[in-house]
């Protein structure tokens, strides 16, 4: 089991920043992978950045250049610094921590989301 405990999101204007948080209740190095996800009203869940095999990142087209993810190992912590936001980065931005236990058996777990707007 892994528990993850999400922070930041908010309100912001177009062009602003604002960070997000996920501790996580286990070691970072016991899981396959961990990032962030977003959902908008609508529409289906997706991929925003995350760490994959180790230290590798994984970001969406829409979000490089914007956005950023960082990890402390140490507090088993990820952040999503996101930056020049746009309307359409409104969503309930999600946290996952992924074990592969085989080449097909996967478990996922998520945090409790966190609602980002961004007011044009």
């Known amino acids: 089991q892994v528990q993850l405990v999400e922070s930041g999101g908010g309100l912001v204007q177009a062009g602003g920043s604002l960070r997000l948080s996920c501790a996580a209740s286990?070691?970072?190095?016991?899981?396959?992978?961990m990032g962030w996800y977003r959902q908008a009203p609508g529409k289906q869940r997706e991929l925003v950045a995350a760490?994959?095999?180790?230290?590798?990142?994984n970001y969406a087209d829409s979000v490089k250049g914007r956005f950023s993810i960082s990890r402390d190992t140490a507090k088993n912590t990820v952040y999503l610094q996101m930056n020049s936001l746009k309307p359409e980065d409104t969503a309930v931005y999600y946290c996952?921590?992924?074990?592969?236990?085989?080449?097909?058996?996967?478990?996922?777990?998520w945090g409790q989301g966190t609602q980002v707007t961004v007011s044009s």
């Open positions: 286990r070691s970072m190095f016991s899981l396959n992978a």
């Open positions: 760490f994959t095999s180790g230290s590798v990142t």
């Open positions: 996952n921590a992924r074990i592969v236990d085989t080449a097909i058996t996967t478990r996922d777990y």
